[in-house]
């Protein structure tokens, strides 16, 4: 079932007396949780009858005593476990004798948080008959941009092909990270306006001009004063871009060269198709392909993993960001 249905029924009253929230992404396993928190009690009926507990923590006994309790004064209880990846395995079939049988007057909430139930646990199988079992699943980065924009779209804000990929480059997939930043904005902008760099650079703090975004750019286009503009503000401002995540972002860049120079049709199309990525994306990388050969971009990749253990402190090797500009050298030349 999606998010988004399973939000929908709670909000209208339709709640079901166990919830399983598990896998790889946070963020909707917090907002489906928050979602039963805010709607299955009324503030009056908290103190008696809201339960919160985490996992490495919780006496699983008490929990499901909590859980076998009537509601005080209220239509139901609510027992959360937070954090429930920190709960021992053997607590498992504690929680699957109880899904075997719950309690209709109580509502019990497993959050999950990096963790996945496997499917043919009696557990997993107990849940899901008792009641709502949810995998939230992480998103790919090359889906991030278009979850902002829908994300965007949905506040009835506008936002920019560049203002979304300086986003994407700069948070990464971490959707609760993302969505911390864009609720900012929605402060700040008025519905039915654009989110611009300009707005992102003066209210987030990520630089128009100097981010990963256009270093990667840069370089594409064998741009060094501009690339060497970009170092020099990563080496004044460290925190801006780590080593790491520099590295990451130049390396995206070239296998996505790469991977146009193996592409039988190189159209537009074909090539946004292929990586996945707006036409103005597309066309960048294109024009990079004409000053990188196929040779020189397998050669950069060798170049830039070379670098990225040096970053990682791999085999006693440390890497310094003074030494960004010996590796862009060797990858512009």
């Known amino acids: 079932m999606e998010h988004t249905k399973i939000i929908k029924d709670i909000q209208s009253g339709k709640i079901a007396p166990v919830y399983l929230l598990h896998g790889d992404e946070p963020y909707y396993i917090d907002l489906i949780s928050k979602t039963i928190e805010k709607n299955a009690l009324q503030d009056h009926e908290r103190d008696f009858n809201e339960f919160i507990f985490y996992g490495k923590d919780a006496d699983i006994e008490q929990v499901i005593a909590s859980a076998k309790e009537f509601p005080m004064m209220a239509e139901r209880k609510l027992v959360v476990i937070r954090e429930a990846q920190g709960l021992h395995a053997s607590t498992h079939e504690k929680l699957e004798l109880y899904c075997n049988n719950p309690v209709s007057t ?3 909430v497993l959050d999950f948080k990096g963790k996945k139930i496997a499917k043919n ?3 997993y199988k107990a849940a899901a008959k008792a009641g709502i079992v949810f995998e939230s699943v992480g998103i790919p980065d090359y889906k ?3 979850w902002i924009k829908d994300y965007c779209n949905g506040k009835n804000l506008k936002i920019d092909d560049k203002s979304t990929f300086l986003l994407s480059e700069n948070l990464g997939t971490d959707l609760s990270r993302i969505v911390n930043e864009l609720e900012k904005l929605t402060i ?3 519905d039915g306006h654009t989110i611009t760099p300009e707005i992102i650079e003066e209210n987030i703090g990520i630089s128009k001009d100097y981010n990963f975004f256009e270093l990667s750019n840069a370089i594409a286009e064998r741009n060094a004063e501009k690339a060497s503009r970009i170092v020099y503000y990563f080496e004044k401002n460290p925190k801006a871009g ?3 995540v520099i590295i990451s972002n130049i390396f995206g860049t070239f296998e996505k060269i790469l991977r146009i120079h193996f592409l039988k049709d190189k159209s537009t199309n074909v090539v946004m198709s292929s990586l996945r990525v707006p036409q103005f994306i597309a066309k960048k990388y294109m024009s990079a392909a004409s000053f990188y050969n196929m040779k020189k971009c397998a050669h950069n990749i060798e170049i830039l993993i070379e670098y ?5 402190g791999v085999d006693g090797t440390t890497m310094k960001h003074e030494e960004l500009k010996e590796m862009i050298f060797r990858l512009m030349h």
Not at 308 to 312: R, V
């Open 106 to 108: 109580s509502v019990l």
């Open 121 to 123: 646990t009696k557990f």
């Open 144 to 146: 991030i941009p278009g």
């Open 188 to 190: 700040i902008v008025d």
């Open 242 to 244: 780590p080593l790491t």
């Open 308 to 312: 990225e253990k040096k970053s990682k």
